[in-house]
């Protein structure tokens, strides 16, 4: 089914407007929607931040935030920055919200946009309760068309902090008005995981613990902390990359079948599979769950002594996991995850491992010394997108062994260039009122109690660290977290 492109009629607000997402991803991804025709003449926007600012200094910032176009598209360009309009305003003080909501109405009267309002928090976490607070207020959520909240990570520092925020933004908008961002779920092969799964047969027949033996997820990153090192610091890789992306993309793994493709339907499976997953004891996690942080390199600091983090700090760049459902599809099935940063590259992998025919009939008597590979369906997020299926063939020649074999099939460099950015699809989503992709409260507060069991025992156990070295996948610790199992991660260096 090929989305229709139909216009979207909308007044923007951005809190943060002269902030760094803001220019690096959510004005270039609005400039493809209106590019391709998702937003034409009835939207305005409206950036908001402490700095004084004119509307032209404004529309020059977002012009300049517009990189790599032709001649051409510079006078599309100027086209689109035409509809954007700047109001100085501090989100904690009252009195500038009616200064505001003159702005959207008149910009509401001046495009046709519906009384629809788009609200983007696109600031620290710190504000967003006082934003809701105030819209709510001061009069800013109308009757007219719709109100929507689209709200950046980090959703809470753990469950306690998390439903603090969920309460004050409830306060003023209902769940359906909110869409918590994940940018993993407007990634194109995360949202195809429902695509393989539930449009073919042959894979879904297969997706349980009578054929698959274990899945693993690798998001692995080649950085390090760079100059997030303070923000960092507070956070580490289990809150930063686990509790939102790799709980997002498992609960896609691990739900059943949805009723029917919508964003409700999807969402009531997803909580399902994340009730269903283990949430450990102390003495569990310690035996389930890896962490790390890296050493210094040949030409690099070890995170320790990163500008802004304390010499002693035990904050982990390295998680590896071992999941575990306590549900009739996934009993017995490992879900290993891992994360981390100054790994040996940059890219996300799905490895879904099948388990070997229970009896091998090649291996005895004619061959005693060969093995059939277990079969790998290996999803490629990023960089590329594709899809690998490893199966065993035989070896082409006289007897009779065999070897594996690949199956597959990766996105052309042309079609690869079309794949929306996530913020470009997400804030698509937003507009069309799609919350598919995007986190539900339930979803988040599951993610928040497994994760907290893990904090309970490593905020008073003292790690060793450092104890992995950059460009490798980690500490060896990760690697024995599978051997203990007898299994090994797919995806090992150097292969
Ligand atoms: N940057 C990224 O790549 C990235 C990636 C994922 C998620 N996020 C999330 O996105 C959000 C924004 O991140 P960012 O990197 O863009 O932050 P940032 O560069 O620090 O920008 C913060 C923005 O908030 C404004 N601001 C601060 N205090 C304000 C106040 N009292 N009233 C009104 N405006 C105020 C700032 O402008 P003034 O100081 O002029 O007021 C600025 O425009 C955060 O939640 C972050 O976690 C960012």
Do not use: C
Request: aromatic share 12%.
């Amino acid at each position: 089914m090929k989305a229709l492109t139909r216009e979207n009629k909308a007044v923007f607000t951005f809190f943060g407007a002269s902030g760094d997402l803001a220019k690096r991803k959510l004005y270039p991804s609005l400039f493809k929607l209106y590019q391709k025709g998702y937003l034409k003449e009835h939207f305005g926007v409206i950036g908001t931040s402490r700095a004084k600012w004119s509307d032209e200094k404004f529309q020059g910032i977002v012009s300049d935030s517009i990189k790599g176009i032709s001649e051409t598209e510079k006078g599309q360009a100027a086209k689109f920055a035409s509809h954007f309009y700047y109001i100085a305003h501090d989100v904690t003080d009252k009195a500038h919200y009616a200064a505001l909501n003159d702005l959207i109405n008149q910009l509401n009267k001046q495009y046709e946009a519906q009384g629809n309002r788009l609200f983007y928090f696109s600031m620290a976490p710190a504000f967003f309760s006082v934003i809701a607070l105030n819209l709510k207020s001061e009069g800013l959520i109308t009757d007219e068309g719709y109100n929507r909240l689209v709200i950046e990570k980090p959703f809470g520092r753990d469950y306690d902090t998390a439903k603090q925020l969920n309460d004050a933004l409830t306060a003023s908008f209902e769940e359906d008005q909110i869409y918590r961002i994940d940018h993993y779920l407007g990634k194109e092969m995360i949202q195809n995981i429902e695509a393989l799964r539930f449009g073919n047969t042959i894979i879904e027949s297969l997706w349980n613990n009578r054929y698959i033996d274990n899945i693993q997820v690798t998001l692995s990153e080649k950085l390090g902390v760079e100059e997030r090192a303070s923000y960092y610091d507070t956070s580490g890789a289990l809150r930063d990359m686990v509790q939102n992306h790799i709980l997002q993309i498992v609960s896609q793994l691990a739900m059943e079948q949805p009723v029917a493709f919508t964003d409700a339907d999807v969402r009531v499976e997803k909580v399902k599979a994340l009730r269903s997953m283990r949430v450990y004891s102390p003495s569990a996690a310690a035996t389930n769950l890896v962490r790390g942080q890296y050493d210094a390199g040949e030409n690099s600091n070890a995170y320790r002594d990163e500008d802004g983090v304390p010499a002693d700090s035990a904050t982990e760049t390295f998680v590896a996991g071992k999941l575990l459902f306590d549900n009739y599809r996934w009993s017995g099935v490992p879900f290993y995850i891992r994360t981390g940063k100054k790994l040996a590259d940059k890219f996300t992998r799905i490895d879904v491992v099948f388990k070997k025919p229970l009896i091998d009939i090649f291996a005895f008597p004619q061959n005693p010394n060969a093995s059939l590979s277990e079969n790998v369906l290996t999803i490629y997020v990023e960089p590329n997108s594709g899809f690998a299926l490893r199966v065993n063939a035989k070896s082409t020649g006289q007897g009779f062994e065999t070897e594996p074999i690949n199956l597959d099939f990766f996105q052309d460099a042309d079609k690869e260039k079309e794949v929306p950015e996530p913020y470009e699809r997400l804030l698509h989503d937003a507009l069309e009122g799609n919350s598919t992709n995007f986190a539900s409260w339930s979803e988040v507060a599951y993610a928040w109690k497994f994760v907290d069991a893990i904090r309970k025992l490593w905020d008073i156990e003292v790690p060793r660290f450092p104890n992995y070295i950059p460009g490798s996948m980690g500490p060896a610790a990760s690697d024995e977290l599978l051997q203990r199992d007898g299994r090994s991660w797919v995806y090992k260096l150097n292969q």
